[in-house]
C-alpha cells in the first residue's frame, strides 16, 4: 500500500502532493511542507507510524527497479507466478477423485465437474456476471441454486435420495453436501460390488436431476417430474449392466421398485 493511502491524514497535510520520499527526506524537516503543525489524537498516531515506516528505508543512489522474491531467491521466475495462480483459483478437495466403471466417461466428468462446484449454475453464472435475473433454484424456488442445493438440498433431490435408499434398504439422513455424502456413503455396509453400483445409482441420480433442470429451463413443454425415479432405476440398469463383467438380473435390479412412487 503507498503511503498516501497508508496515511491520509498525514498526506492531507501536505502542500505539495507529488512530493516523493527522497525529496522529503533531503528537507530539512519531514513537516516542513506541511500547511499547519500536526495536531493529537488520530493524526499524530499516523504521523508516529509514518516515522517508523520511513526509519527503515534506506535510499540507494542507483536507479528504481522492481524486485520479486516469492521463492526467497531473489529471482523471478513464471513457475512461481503459476502456482501462486493455481492456489488462487483452482479448487483443492481433501479427497480423492471418483471414478465409477459402472457408469460412462460422461457421467464420470459430470460428477467431477459437480464436486468442484464447475457446473453453470444459476449461483455461478451470476458471479461471473453472466446471469442477471433470478439465482433462486428452477425446480423448488426456495433457495440459490448451487450444486450442493440442487443435488441435496432441493426438495426433488431429497425425494429421490430417500426413494434410492429405500430400494436398496438403507437408512437415508439429510444432508447438505458431497462431503456429507462421502461420510454417509462410507457408513453403508455393503459389499464392495454393491457399494460401486450403489455410487453409480447416485451418479445417475445427479446426471438425471441436472438433465430435468436444464429441460425444465430450456424446453417448451416441461418434462414430468414423476418420471424421473423410473428413468434412474432404468438407466441404472442398462448402464451398470453392460459394464459389469457378472450378469445382472432384471429381477434383481428392479426388487421393490413397485412399492415406491413419487
Given at each position: 500500500?503507498?503511503?498516501?493511502?497508508?496515511?491520509?491524514?498525514?498526506?492531507?497535510?501536505?502542500?505539495?502532493?507529488d512530493?516523493?520520499?527522497?525529496?522529503?527526506?533531503?528537507?530539512?524537516?519531514?513537516c516542513?511542507?506541511?500547511?499547519?503543525?500536526?495536531?493529537?489524537?488520530?493524526?499524530?498516531?499516523?504521523?508516529?507510524?509514518?516515522?517508523h515506516?520511513?526509519?527503515?528505508?534506506?535510499?540507494?543512489?542507483?536507479?528504481?527497479?522492481?524486485?520479486?522474491?516469492?521463492?526467497g531467491?531473489?529471482?523471478?521466475?513464471v513457475?512461481?507466478?503459476?502456482?501462486?495462480?493455481d492456489?488462487?483459483?483452482?479448487?483443492?478437495?481433501?479427497?480423492?477423485?471418483?471414478?465409477?466403471?459402472?457408469?460412462?466417461?460422461?457421467?464420470?466428468?459430470?460428477?467431477?465437474?459437480?464436486?468442484?462446484?464447475?457446473?453453470?449454475?444459476r449461483?455461478?453464472?451470476?458471479k461471473?456476471?453472466?446471469?442477471?435475473?433470478?439465482?433462486?433454484?428452477?425446480?423448488?424456488?426456495?433457495?440459490?441454486?448451487?450444486?450442493?442445493?440442487?443435488?441435496?438440498?432441493c426438495?426433488?433431490?431429497?425425494?429421490?435420495?430417500?426413494?434410492?435408499c429405500?430400494?436398496?434398504?438403507?437408512?437415508?439422513?439429510?444432508?447438505?453436501?458431497?462431503?456429507?455424502?462421502?461420510?454417509?456413503?462410507?457408513?453403508t455396509?455393503?459389499?464392495?460390488?454393491?457399494?460401486?453400483?450403489?455410487?453409480?445409482?447416485?451418479?445417475?441420480?445427479?446426471?438425471?436431476?441436472?438433465?430435468?433442470?436444464?429441460?425444465?429451463?430450456?424446453?417448451?413443454?416441461?418434462?414430468?417430474?414423476?418420471?424421473?425415479?423410473?428413468?434412474?432405476?432404468?438407466?441404472?440398469?442398462?448402464?451398470?449392466?453392460?459394464?459389469?463383467s457378472?450378469?445382472?438380473?432384471?429381477?434383481?435390479w428392479?426388487?421393490?421398485?413397485?412399492?415406491i412412487?413419487?
Amino acid at each position: 500500500m503507498v503511503l498516501c493511502d497508508r496515511f491520509p491524514r498525514i498526506f492531507a497535510l501536505e502542500t505539495v502532493k507529488d512530493i516523493s520520499v527522497a525529496a522529503k527526506m533531503d528537507a530539512s524537516s519531514l513537516c516542513a511542507s506541511f500547511r499547519r503543525p500536526i495536531r493529537d489524537g488520530v493524526e499524530r498516531q499516523q504521523w508516529l507510524d509514518f516515522l517508523h515506516v520511513i526509519d527503515s528505508v534506506n535510499l540507494a543512489s542507483s536507479p528504481d527497479r522492481w524486485s520479486c522474491d516469492l521463492n526467497g531467491e531473489g529471482t523471478f521466475r513464471v513457475k512461481d507466478i503459476r502456482l501462486i495462480l493455481d492456489d488462487i483459483y483452482l479448487p483443492s478437495l481433501n479427497v480423492e477423485t471418483r471414478w465409477v466403471r459402472f457408469v460412462p466417461i460422461k457421467v464420470n466428468v459430470f460428477a467431477w465437474r459437480a464436486r468442484l462446484d464447475r457446473l453453470p449454475t444459476r449461483l455461478n453464472l451470476s458471479k461471473r456476471g453472466i446471469l442477471t435475473n433470478s439465482i433462486t433454484c428452477p425446480i423448488c424456488d426456495s433457495s440459490n441454486e448451487d450444486v450442493h442445493h440442487l443435488f441435496f438440498g432441493c426438495s426433488m433431490a431429497q425425494e429421490l435420495s430417500s426413494l434410492i435408499c429405500r430400494w436398496w434398504d438403507l437408512p437415508w439422513t439429510t444432508m447438505g453436501s458431497f462431503s456429507d455424502w462421502d461420510a454417509w456413503f462410507l457408513s453403508t455396509r455393503l459389499s464392495s460390488k454393491l457399494k460401486s453400483l450403489l455410487e453409480a445409482v447416485f451418479l445417475i441420480m445427479w446426471w438425471l436431476i441436472w438433465s430435468f433442470r436444464n429441460r425444465l429451463l430450456f424446453d417448451e413443454v416441461p418434462p414430468r417430474c414423476s418420471r424421473i425415479f423410473d428413468d434412474i432405476v432404468s438407466c441404472s440398469f442398462n448402464w451398470c449392466s453392460n459394464r459389469c463383467s457378472s450378469c445382472i438380473s432384471k429381477e434383481f435390479w428392479y426388487k421393490n421398485h413397485y412399492l415406491i412412487s413419487m
